[in-house]
């Protein structure tokens, strides 16, 4: 015997898949949001490096400095961090890296959680609603004494939905929960790289700006020094 089930009456009529409904609304939200975030920081990491130590190399941080500034990849927020810092020593400007990758970290990883939990989640309320429409099906056969299909169809569709809701919800978004963690690993690595390369042009190179007192240190002593001690040593030779 044929039985017709009303789906949209089993989908509408059963608490657990609306819940579903619900994750999925929020899954697919998240999943947007993250999809968009990624794309939006996707840049250039290698070039923005090759370009700040160019500048660096001809002693110009602030150049440097503008070009990190405009990458949106991690390592342009970490590499700026790293150039205000200069000057520090080895462990300080250690920690400072390690709080803007820190940082950097906190932002990629915004939201990623919840994806996560609702890929986690998701069977389990499905198989809740198996277990819900299973009681249902048996609860109308003991109110109405008879096993017919017509009676148990509505529970059993409504078991049979709900795990499929679950997977359907869940298998994306563990998908894309796994692909965004690792790339969320590939950038900041790539960060932390290309900053510590560019911390090491930071200390071999001068500054384009240098004073009087760091002129002396880096050129050595001025002419007017030289000529002086020269002059004095004439004297000396000259009174003998």
């Known amino acids: 015997m044929n039985v017709d089930i009303n789906w949209l009456g089993v989908i509408t009529s059963s608490p657990i898949f609306l819940v579903l409904i619900g994750m999925s609304v929020v899954t697919l939200a998240v999943a947007i949001e993250r999809v968009y975030y990624f794309s939006r920081r996707k840049d250039r990491a290698d070039e923005t490096l090759d370009r700040a130590v160019r500048e660096i190399r001809r002693g110009d941080?602030?150049?440097?400095?503008?070009?990190?500034?405009?990458?949106?990849?991690?390592?342009?927020?970490?590499?700026?961090s790293i150039i205000d810092s200069e000057g520090l020593d080895g462990e300080k400007a250690e920690e400072q890296l390690q709080i803007s990758l820190s940082q950097q970290s906190l932002l990629l990883e915004n939201n990623l959680g919840l994806l996560g939990t609702m890929a986690a989640v998701a069977p389990l309320i499905g198989l809740l609603g198996t277990v819900w429409g299973i009681m249902r099906a048996f609860r109308d056969m003991s109110a109405i004494g008879s096993a017919a299909p017509s009676i148990v169809a509505a529970g059993v569709a409504?078991?049979?939905?709900?795990?499929?809701?679950?997977?359907?919800?869940?298998?994306p978004a563990l998908m894309l929960?796994?692909?965004?963690?690792?790339?969320?690993?590939?950038?900041l690595t790539v960060a932390e790289n290309n900053t510590r390369s560019l911390r090491l042009e930071l200390e071999k190179a001068p500054s384009k700006k240098v004073g009087a007192d760091n002129r002396d240190k880096i050129y050595g002593e001025p002419d007017s020094a030289v000529i002086g001690r020269i002059a004095e040593e004439l004297e000396t030779v000259t009174a003998e």
């Open 61 to 80: 941080r602030d150049e440097a400095r503008r070009i990190c500034r405009s990458c949106k990849h991690p390592v342009g927020a970490v590499a700026c």
């Open 158 to 171: 409504e078991a049979l939905t709900t795990t499929a809701a679950g997977l359907i919800i869940a298998v």
């Open 177 to 187: 929960y796994n692909h965004l963690t690792r790339k969320i690993h590939v950038m």
